[in-house]
Every structure is written in C-alpha cells, then in structure tokens.
C-alpha cells in the first residue's frame, strides 16, 4: 500500500485525558538519544501544564507485505534538500 493515511487518538481523541499531559511526553523523550533534538524535552519542559487530546495524522510512504505474518512500514523524511537555502523552485 503507496501513502497509506492513518489517524490515530492522541490521549482520548476529542476528549481530554487528564492523565496525559506534555510533561508526559518529556518523561518519554528524556529515556532515549535524541542527537541533534537532544535539547527539545526542556522546551516543552516550558509548557503549561495541559491534557493532551486531539489526533495525529499523517501518511506513510509505503506498507510491504513480507513472507509469512510480517509487514514492513517505509517512511522517510526530509526537510532539507541541500547546503544552499532553498526557495520554492527546489
């Protein structure tokens, strides 16, 4: 399947759940090596405490099906195409 969309509930869907909050996220990133993003856990460090609710969307470039019960997701990201600044002829 080529760009399959999903969305998923974030923390509830349209209902906040008082149970996850941004702080939670940062607990969550604070456990891995985020390399060039190390520092993003203390910027939403400064957020006011809030419920999470709402839902991710998004689409994944490609789902393959392997032998047997298995599926392997494909998607990559980029945002930079090169050194020089880009303009939207790039």
């Not at 419920?51 to 945002?79: E, M, Q, W």
Request: glycine share 8%; proline share 9%.
């Amino acid at each position: 399947m080529a760009e399959l969309d999903f969305e998923l509930p974030l923390a509830g869907g349209d209902d906040a759940a008082p149970h996850a909050t941004p702080a939670d996220v940062v607990d969550l990133l604070r456990r891995y090596d985020l390399g060039p993003l190390a520092g993003y856990p203390d910027l939403l460090a400064t957020l006011a405490p809030q419920a999470l609710r709402g839902f991710l969307t998004g689409s994944i470039d490609a789902v393959l099906r392997l032998p047997g019960p298995v599926f392997a997701v494909v998607d990559y990201k980029t945002n930079r195409l090169g050194a020089e600044l880009l303009s939207t002829w790039h």
